[in-house]
């Protein structure tokens, strides 16, 4: 019998990433668009309907699709409740879509740091792993949880806002949820940015400038022994380890993956430090049994994709 594949589409701020991947985990074919911010939701809409039907018509063995979302998912109704970056609210985004397309089949649709946490557990890191979490760190800090194999979902679909839980509400850096303090502003592209943006004016002697002020200059300048980068990362580093600390106590995961472009370009510099700051805030049979390890797949369609394996899985289970 011919193998089934998936189609993963990844809905960015800037870019849409689409693969068809088969039940092994393999991308088979890969295309981006751009995110355009000018363009009206039914032209992006269309535009994105136009694509999937050309990976349809290329590959007739596709059976389902599977998209990520930023920002909160009703994942039952297909719902993208809030992509604030994209402007939707209260989309019907599975409904919309069908309504598009030639040919009738199933739309799964997850917010996007769910799909990547459902990606490593079927494909990468977490594979055959039920009980872990997943923090996706880039512009910002998100989280999945996953317990006994299933994605632990919220009463409002906002769960695992983990970059948003307030760690100084009273001093802490403005961040733009509106709240004070959050995880986010430390530990992020935006937080790396803005710590480095705090302190910059006390270490005249730094390479850094506001003029060139951006995570690829902090990296770049924290391998040289920068002390402004250097401190940045330190900061940076405590905010993980509170972050994964948070996450052990709570869950008991057997592991907690970093994913996101970010943190796998400056985890060497962050590891010791986010150990440290771990160190002395879990119970010690917890922090034992827990392995913090990286993500093993950058593409957040192959999440995507992952999401139809997730879904038939689940379903069958019924």
Not at 14 to 37: E, Q
Not at 125 to 139: C, E, P
Not at 174 to 194: D, F, H, N, T, Y
């Amino acid at each position: 019998m011919p193998e089934e594949l998936a189609i993963g589409l990844d809905i960015g701020a800037s870019k849409m990433a689409f693969a068809v991947v088969n039940g092994r985990g393999c991308i088979l074919d890969h295309r981006t668009l751009p995110t355009s911010s000018g363009d009206s939701v039914d032209q992006t809409l269309d535009r994105i309907a136009s694509q999937l039907e050309q990976l349809l018509a290329a590959h007739e063995r596709c059976a389902a699709i599977g998209i990520g979302v930023p920002g909160p998912v009703d994942s039952d109704q297909g719902l993208a409740l809030n992509a604030v970056n994209l402007n939707w609210r209260e989309l019907p985004l599975r409904d919309e879509l069908a309504q598009r397309l030639a040919r009738s089949l199933p739309i799964y649709v997850d917010n996007d740091v769910n799909v990547g946490a459902i990606g490593e557990m079927l494909f990468g890191a977490a594979r055959d792993m039920t009980d872990f979490v997943y923090l996706a760190i880039g512009t910002g800090l998100g989280g999945a949880a996953v317990s006994k194999g299933a994605i632990l979902r919220g009463a409002t679909h906002s769960e695992m806002e983990i970059g948003h839980v307030s760690i100084d509400p009273v001093k802490g850096r403005p961040c733009s949820c509106g709240l004070r303090g959050c995880l986010e502003m430390s530990i992020s592209g935006k937080g790396l940015v803005a710590i480095a943006r705090e302190h910059i004016q006390d270490f005249p002697q730094s390479e850094l400038s506001m003029d060139d002020l951006t995570t690829q200059s902090i990296i770049r300048c924290a391998d040289q022994g920068d002390p402004l980068a250097s401190l940045v990362l330190r900061q940076a580093a405590a905010a993980l380890g509170v972050a994964c600390a948070w996450c052990i106590n709570l869950f008991n995961p057997e592991s907690i993956v970093l994913g996101g472009g970010l943190i796998h370009a400056l985890f060497h510099l962050l590891e010791t430090d986010m150990r440290e700051a771990l160190r002395v805030r879990c119970l010690p049979g917890s922090l034992e049994y827990t392995n913090i390890m990286l993500s093993q797949h950058a593409d957040a369609a192959l999440g995507a994709a992952a999401l139809v394996w997730y879904q038939r899985q689940k379903e069958a289970e019924k």
